[in-house]
Nanobody
Framework: QVQVVESGGGLAQPGGSLRLSCSAS????????MGWYRQAPGNQRELVAT????????FYVDSVKGRFTISRDSANNTVFLQMNSLKPEDTAVYYC?????????WGRGTQVTVSS
């Protein structure tokens, strides 16, 4: 059974930084994509950033370009999201999605709150 667990959320001030981590454990192999999504109250879940195993350029939604950086540790099936220059509109539950030929697999989410 595959488990996906996010960590690193919390409260940050506007202009601050947080680093999210997501690890997949269990019988999972041949991951081809790892991504971060977010969902704010009353909004649909949106893709924030995703990274590919084949070396294709990472994707970022326009609202986070230049502020967020996605990276991965393939050996440990872990993906990170470095979030800088945070804004109140970044407040949401952040979810990790990991894809292979059998998945996708979702985590339960971690809350990010940006407020002074």
């Amino acid at each position: 059974q595959v488990q996906v667990v996010e960590s690193g959320g919390g409260l940050a001030q506007p202009g601050g930084s947080l680093r999210l981590s997501c690890s997949a454990s269990g019988r999972i192999s041949s991951i081809y994509e790892m991504g971060w999504y977010r969902q704010a109250p009353g909004n649909q879940r949106e893709l924030v950033a995703t990274i590919f195993s084949d070396g294709s350029p990472a994707f970022y939604v326009d609202s986070v370009k230049g502020r967020f950086t996605i990276s991965r540790d393939s050996a440990n099936n872990t993906v990170f999201l470095q979030m800088n220059s945070l804004k109140p509109e970044d407040t949401a539950v952040y979810y990790c999605k990991i894809c292979n030929s059998i998945g996708p697999y979702w985590g339960r989410g971690t809350q990010v709150t940006v407020s002074s």
